[in-house]
Each structure stands twice: as structure tokens, then as C-alpha cells.
């Protein structure tokens, strides 16, 4: 069970199964492609508060990031597996996707405290000059549980 | 290593890995209590199985498809009886078999035993599962016996223990279950004591049948009964109306058998015996320092205790569900007495006061007079509804019985198998329909006709067609009319419109399942003899069943369509006074407006949810498999009865629950998506005859789709996946 901490930070708006995923959840999984062929990636995620942005860091040299600046369409999976038979008919499958932009300036410090509220022990890597900070801008969650129910949550424009 | 313990081998620290059962033999023997020879299997057995094969998680999967508390009754016995038929068709690991079997072949040899569930938790002083798990009576053989030990396993996860869990609180992902295996001691006379009457404390009661106490205990044979003054001592003996019968072992079951007239002539226990059961009953009590519930038998002068357990029903009585759970199962006797009563009094009494209504005419009447057939009606139909679920509902168990009895016999991997064998036989729905496609039929072959159908000239219409229109509509007029609009048209217009639309598609057949000969010959030549009557007697009855579920709900449409009848009757009237009424404006307020010609109508409140920024969409639901097969198309989702009036051809149909009075749309449509649960309710049985792909169960169906949407339906896996 998440703990109060957690349900006070959760992004309010969205039902409260994406909203815990978004809040109890430390890693997803990225993907990106690169003239079609596709690329995964694990990273480290925030959420900020109504859930419209996802926030995650890597270093301007990296692949995604190469990805990202050919074509900004992402997608993120966050899901609550454990690794065990159990996950069968217990854990949940959101992936989110939308277009992901770096953030800079005045912005960028504001998120990158949230950022780091959630994962601290990144603070160095985040403080690098050649870290970029990345925001998902969410179109749609899309939300899967009891092994094949999905609902999908799209953001009125 | 073995996997058996004897009963001297148990501790009381053991109790939480063998279960209550288990604990109080091992209790008996250590304090020299007589007690047939018994082993137990512990929890942690079974705990290897369900893992060992995967079985564990399949049952979470099978139970998480949906919000236990949003189940009905109805889709718990579905997934029940998918678990059992997976305990049913997944043996235990070849090594773990050879050595389970070896074992207990080791332990009893050819002996007789009994199977009997020990569930920890089980027969504690706070909650009794008594009836709820399975016992197997007179098996023999190490083989045979592991066969049983699946089925007791499986017993965890019957509806009734479901539900009995839920209610207690406990925790159903945890549930595990030990099993005891007893010698048979084939008893002259057998069953209970209580140290304490549950119903006066100052008592103990004895009850007794000649043979096993299988019948006691099931309520099939009637017991003498004993009450003893605990205080003074005094003996009230209460004998039995007769002693018609006992059971005894035979062959690999349990058979009634009729009694010898000199043994009906006197009570199964001497007055001395009496005597001895009720010290042995003083004395468990004593032993587990609480009221117990002592199960014996005698053979050849000498008593054994068969279990013992606390009486629970001491402090809790009131709060006791088991019989309510325990009365979702009816027994193959209960049936058949059920059977009559409906076929010989329930049907006829309803169609008798359906016919009666029709008789009345509603539009001569005053306001008062009409509020007061509104009333009538109402309680009418009331009455009906009650009757419904107290009869007509529990003999939809006729089914079920059939069910686990065919799944018992022949273990299929379809665990729906079972109701190929009873469709096939007349419904009176599929009657209307196939009425329906004859008409359909005679306008597609006749251009001329088409035409006329098409711009509805029906004084135009041949005489012989007319007459064919004018039957169908005395015979099923009144079941069309909330199908058609609410309003009763009291005309062809509705019957003439479906007909068209019918007559400009492809003609469907009602599917026909080929091989219910081939199956019912192949599950009847499982049994022989007295069992092969027997199996054939559950499929005739489970048989009736089925037609039955359909049909009910059609003499209850009947009553329902009059009371629809009279309210617009109410609301015509009120539209002539120039009242705006919305159509679902409640009959209560319709009342209201009629006798009061200053009082103007109010719709109830709704309660709004709260705006958000975000949309939800359904992408992919999930419901139960009811109908096999796969189909795509554009969703017709009906929120009322008007909305039938626009079903197309190649839609599916979606709705809250289908109603017998909307089956004439299912030729038409391609596939049922369903919110109501379950295999075996009225949408699900005419998909099949159709063999249209049906999902049922589908919680928020006619919320999270629309109507338009592209939707395809998945019958082989229960989902709908909205595009």
C-alpha cells in the first residue's frame, strides 16, 4: 500500500488507479524510434501534478534523445509488475503517450525540483550541464488491468 | 518423504496446516475416543499442486475478471465451475501422483474411505463451513482416491464457500485446503449428536438413520430424534413420520436403499445406545472445552466418533448464511417437485391473469378507476416478480446440476460443453422468430408484396398474409408492444416494419448443434444400470430448466406489457391535458398527476458527476466468453425499449440485460455484448442458438459504449474491443 505521502502528491483529475501507478511507480519504460525502427529505455519518471506532463532525464548524447529530436512522439509505460505469477490478475499497465519537448530556463528549475522530490539520489546527473530534462506532454493515458480490461483517459485539448 | 501424516503423528501446533477436521480426530484418538483409521493430507500438498501447475494464479486470474462484490450470484457459479473443471482436467505432477497414490494405496489398501474436506479455518468456533466443502463417501483404491482429493480441493472454490468467505471477511487469495481421508466404517446406523441443543441449551439432541448418515445430513432421510434434559436426565423420543429407507455403500457410490418392514417398525438406537451416545457427547464436550457437534456410527455394537466440531450456531444463529448459500443449490428431488409446480400451477395461473388484463377495457374507464388498474397492476405484477425469483430462478439450478454432473462424468476442456446438450429443444421465443422469418420469407420472394410492406399499405396486403399477420399478432401482439416503443401500437406497423427489414437480408438459420446426439450418447454411456436412468432423468430435467428461463421471462413480459398498457393509457391522457412527460417520468408520478389535475409532474434528481479535463474511453472490456466466435461491426446500444425500433441488420447489440421481449432483433444482429453476467441467462442461451458470438458480464457496457462505435467481440476469450 502507497503510502499518505504519496496520495498527497498524487496528480489529481485522473482516476485513482492512474493516479497511485503515476505516484508509487519509480522507473518506465521510454519508447522511441529512429526511422521506424524502435527503442526502448528504462528511466527514471515524475509526474507533475494534474498528471499532463511526465518528466524524465538523460544526457543529450544519448539515443532517445537523438530519437526525440528526429521525431518528439513517445511513449511511456509505467505498470505496478512484480515479477510473479501474481501479476497476472494484480498488476496494471499505463502507458501514456504525447510528444515529449526539453525543458529549459526558469522552467526547467521548477520541474527539475519536482523531478528531484521524487528521485534525489539523481541530483548530480540532473545538475550536469549536459543533462537535458524531458517533459511528455500526455495526450492519452491508456490504462490496462485484470489482464485485459484497457481504458483509455485523453486530455480535452 | 511422506506427504501423508496419520493421526498420531499430529501435534496441536500442526492445526494451521491440516485444519480443523484433522485436528479434532487427531484430539479424539490421542484421548482414546474410537475413531476409524484416517490419515490427513496438509495444506502444503496442495499448495504444491496449485503451483506446481500454475492452477494458483489461473483461479486469481479466473476470480479478478471483475470486482467481486459487482458478481452476481449467477457469474460466481460460472467461474466456479470453470475452477472446478480445471482441478477436474489438471492432474497432479507425475512424480507427486505416483508417490500420493503410492502412499495411500500403502496407507488403506483396498479399504473403503471417505474423502472429507479439513480446511484450516474450517469448523472453528467463530465460523462453520459444515456443507459447504465436498465429502466422498466409499472410495477405494490409491488412484481413485487422488481423484477425489482434486474434487474436495476443488470444493474451496465452490460458489457457496466463495460467497460464505467473502461474507467472513477472509481472505480468499490465502485460501488453502487440507484434506482428511478416513476409513469407511459401513455403520448399521449412523448420525449427530449435539452436546447442546442449538436451540435450548438445557438440551441435547440425538438424531439417527439406519445405514450412513449421508441422508441425515443431506435432509433426504428423516432421523429419529432424541432430546435429553441435561439437568434431570429426561428422554423425549421423537420418532419420524416413517422409515422408508437408508443408505448404504455399493459398488463405488452410495445407494438408497428401502428398508426391511421389522427395521422400519423400530427406531435405529436401543434406549441403552441412546444413553451411550449422549455420555459420548458429554464427553467431546468436555475433551474441546466447548459445545461440540459430534458425528458417529455403529457397527456391529461399537460406536465410532466420525468428526466433531463446535457448534457454532450457539451465539450466531441469526447471523448464519449458510442456508441461504446452501439454498442456491437445490437438490435433484427438490427439482422435480419444483418442476411441477410451475409446468402444472405457476404457467397457467400466469397466462390466466395475463388474459384476464387483456380483457379489460382501459380507455372507458374514469381517472380514478384508471389509477386504480394502474395499482392493481402493478401489485399484479409485483406478485409475479416475487414468484420469479422464488420459484422460477432456482430452478435455473436444474442446469447447473446437469452441468457439474456432465463435467464430473466427462471432463471436457469446454466447461460449457454441457449446454450443447440441452439447446435444440423449443423456446418460445424462438418460436416468435422463426414465425418472424416466415413472414420475412414469404416478402422476400414476392416483389409485389415487398412493396406493399415497404409503404405499409396493409389494407392492400394479400388476404392470406394479412391472416398470417393477424395470428402472429394475437399470439405475440402483446409481447411486441414495450418492444416497439413503449406504447402499445395495437397495430401490424411495428410486426410489418421488422419483417421488412428482415426480408431484405440473407435469410439466418437458428445454428444446430450437430453433435448433441453424438455427446449425449457418449456422456449417458459413462454410467450404467440404475446411474444411467438416473443421468438421463438430470438431462430431461436440466433440459425443462433451460426451456424454462427462456420462457418465464416471456409469461412475465405478458403480465408486464398490461401494466405498461395501462400506465400509457394514464400517460395519453395526461398528454391530452397538454402535460410535457418525459419518458422516464416514474408511474408514481404519473398516479399523482391523474388524480390531481393541478399537480405537475417532476422527473427525480440526478446527481451529475463531477466535471474533469479528461474523457474516458473504453479501448478493450472484459465480461465472460457466453457465446464462441468472433465479429466486428457498429455498436446499437439500447438505453431503452424505443431504441430497438433502429436496430440495423449486421449490428451488435448492446444492453443492460436482454430482455425475452427484445429477441426478435437477434436474427439481426452479428454479435450481444451484455452488462448482466452470466452462461447461462436468457441473452447468452439465444446468442447460442444462433451461434452468435456473446459476451456477458461486461460491467458500465451501456455507459462505456456507444452507439456507433466500432466495436468487435471477442466469444472465445469474453471481450469487446471498442475501435
Known amino acids: ?157 | 518423504m511422506s506427504m501423508l501424516l496419520s493421526l498420531d503423528q499430529i501435534t496441536p501446533v500442526l492445526r494451521p496446516q491440516i485444519g480443523g477436521k484433522a485436528s479434532a480426530l487427531a484430539q479424539l484418538a490421542r484421548q482414546g475416543f474410537p475413531v476409524p483409521r484416517a490419515c490427513c493430507l496438509p495444506v502444503q500438498v496442495y499448495n504444491t499442486y496449485v503451483d506446481a501447475t500454475g492452477l494458483r494464479e489461473r483461479i486469481l486470474m479466473e476470480l479478478n475478471r471483475k470486482d467481486f462484490q459487482e458478481m452476481r450470484w449467477e457469474e460466481i457459479w460460472d467461474a466456479a465451475l470453470r475452477i472446478r473443471n480445471m482441478f477436474l482436467t489438471t492432474p497432479l505432477p507425475a512424480e507427486m501422483a505416483a508417490a500420493l497414490t503410492a502412499e495411500l494405496q500403502g496407507f488403506f489398501g483396498t479399504a473403503a474411505v471417505v474423502v472429507r474436506s479439513s480446511a484450516p479455518g474450517e469448523d472453528s468456533a467463530q465460523a462453520s463451513f459444515a456443507g459447504l466443502h465436498e465429502s466422498f463417501v466409499n472410495v477405494r483404491g490409491g488412484e481413485a482416491i487422488v481423484q477425489y482429493i482434486l474434487l474436495v480441493w476443488a470444493s474451496l472454490w465452490s460458489d457457496a464457500a466463495l460467497l460464505y468467505r467473502q461474507e467472513l471477511g477472509l481472505d480468499v487469495a490465502a485460501s488453502a485446503m487440507a484434506v482428511v481421508i478416513q476409513e469407511l466404517v459401513a455403520g448399521e446406523c449412523s448420525g449427530v449428536a449435539f452436546s447442546r441443543n442449538p436451540n435450548d441449551e438445557t438440551q441435547t439432541v440425538i438424531e439417527a438413520v439406519y445405514g450412513l448418515n449421508q441422508g441425515l445430513v443431506d435432509g433426504v432421510v428423516e432421523p429419529d430424534r432424541w432430546l435429553i434434559d441435561r439437568q434431570n436426565r429426561r428422554l423425549t423420543h421423537v420418532p419420524p413420520s416413517s422409515r422408508p429407507a437408508a443408505f448404504q455403500p455399493e459398488g463405488e457410490t452410495v445407494v438408497l436403499r428401502d428398508l426391511e418392514p421389522r427395521q422400519s417398525a423400530v427406531p435405529p438406537l436401543t434406549e441403552a445406545q441412546v444413553w451411550e451416545i449422549f455420555t459420548l457427547a458429554q464427553q467431546s464436550e468436555a475433551a474441546f472445552g466447548s459445545p461440540q457437534d459430534v458425528e458417529w456410527t455403529i457397527r456391529q455394537g461399537q460406536i465410532y466418533v466420525l468428526q466433531s466440531r463446535p457448534i457454532t450456531t450457539v451465539a450466531t444463529e441469526d447471523k448464519d448464511q449458510r442456508p441461504w448459500y446452501l439454498s442456491l443449490h437445490r437438490s435433484f428431488e427438490n427439482l422435480k417437485v419444483l418442476r411441477r409446480r410451475i409446468a402444472d400451477e405457476l404457467l397457467p395461473a400466469m397466462t390466466a391473469a395475463a388474459e384476464a388484463l387483456q380483457q379489460e377495457e382501459l380507455t372507458s374507464l374514469t381517472e380514478a378507476e384508471l389509477a386504480a388498474a394502474i395499482r392493481h397492476r402493478q401489485e399484479i405484477y409485483s406478485h409475479w416478480v416475487a414468484v420469479y425469483w422464488r420459484d422460477f430462478i432456482p430452478f435455473a439450478h436444474g442446469m447447473r446440476l446437469f452441468g457439474q454432473l456432465y463435467n464430473d462424468a466427462v471432463r471436457p476442456a469446454d466447461p460449457y460443453e454441457f449446454m450443447i446438450l440441452l439447446a435444440g429443444a423449443p423456446l418460445a421465443s424462438l418460436e416468435r422468430n422463426r414465425r418472424l422469418a416466415t413472414l420475412a420469407e414469404q416478402v422476400r420472394q414476392d416483389r409485389d408484396l415487398a412493396a406493399k410492406v415497404r409503404h405499409r399499405e396493409f389494407d392492400a396486403l394479400p388476404s392470406e398474409f394479412k391472416e398470417a399477420l393477424d395470428e402472429f399478432l394475437a399470439r405475440f401482439g402483446d409481447l411486441s408492444c414495450p418492444a416497439t416503443g413503449g406504447q402499445c401500437q395495437q397495430g401490424p406497423e411495428a410486426i410489418l416494419r421488422l419483417v421488412g427489414i428482415m426480408a431484405d437480408q440473407p435469410p439466418r438459420p437458428p445454428a444446430q448443434p450437430e453433435s448433441a446426439a453424438t455427446l449425449t450418447k457418449a456422456f449417458l454411456d459413462q454410467f450404467s444400470g440404475q446411474k444411467r436412468q438416473e443421468a438421463a432423468e438430470i438431462l430431461e430435467l436440466a433440459q425443462a430448466s433451460y426451456r424454462l428461463r427462456d420462457d418465464d421471462n416471456l409469461y412475465l413480459g405478458r403480465i408486464e406489457a398490461q401494466k405498461t398498457a395501462a400506465v400509457n393509457e394514464a400517460r395519453r391522457r395526461l398528454q391530452g391535458r397538454g402535460l410535457d412527460l418525459p419518458a422516464d417520468l416514474p408511474a408514481e408520478e404519473i398516479l399523482k398527476a391523474l388524480l390531481d389535475p393541478t399537480y405537475t409532474p417532476q422527473l427525480p434528481e440526478k446527481s451529475e458527476g463531477t466535471a474533469t479535463a479528461v474523457i474516458e474511453q473504453a479501448r478493450q472490456l472484459i465480461g465472460q466468453p457466453a457465446g464462441p466466435g468472433l465479429a466486428r461491426g457498429p455498436a446499437r446500444v439500447i438505453q431503452a425499449f424505443p431504441d430497438l425500433a433502429d436496430f440495423h441488420h449486421g449490428e451488435i447489440l448492446v444492453c443492460d440485460a436482454v430482455d425475452p421481449n427484445m429477441t426478435f432483433v437477434i436474427p439481426l444482429a452479428a454479435a450481444v455484448v451484455e452488462r448482466r453476467g452470466g452462461m447461462l441467462i436468457h441473452g447468452a442461451i439465444i446468442a447460442r442458438e444462433y451461434g452468435l458470438p456473446c459476451v456477458t458480464g461486461v460491467p458500465d457496457a451501456t455507459r462505456l459504449i456507444h452507439t456507433g462505435d466500432t466495436i468487435t467481440v471477442d466469444g472465445y476469450l469474453g471481450m469487446v474491443i471498442i475501435e
Request: charged letters at 20%; a positive charge.
Open chain 1, 1 to 157: 500500500m502507497p503510502s499518505e505521502k504519496i496520495r498527497q502528491t498524487a496528480p489529481q483529475g485522473l482516476p485513482p488507479e492512474i493516479r497511485l501507478l503515476l505516484a508509487s511507480q519509480q522507473l518506465a519504460v521510454l519508447a522511441t524510434h529512429r526511422q521506424g525502427q524502435p527503442h526502448a529505455s528504462l528511466v527514471a519518471f515524475a509526474a507533475s501534478a494534474d498528471g499532463r506532463q511526465l518528466l524524465f532525464a538523460t544526457t543529450r548524447t544519448s539515443r532517445k534523445y537523438v530519437n526525440l529530436q528526429m521525431d518528439p512522439r513517445a511513449a511511456l509505460l509505467i505498470d505496478s509488475r512484480g515479477q510473479t505469477a501474481a501479476d497476472f490478475h494484480e498488476a496494471q499497465a499505463l502507458t501514456a503517450k504525447g510528444s515529449v519537448r526539453e525543458v529549459t530556463g526558469a522552467e526547467r528549475d521548477g520541474l527539475a525540483s519536482l523531478f528531484l522530490a521524487k528521485h534525489p539520489h539523481l541530483r548530480e546527473f540532473v545538475g550536469a550541464p549536459t543533462c537535458a530534462l524531458m517533459a511528455l506532454q500526455v495526450q492519452v493515458y491508456e490504462v490496462a488491468s485484470r489482464f485485459q480490461q484497457v481504458l483509455t483517459y485523453r486530455f480535452s485539448p
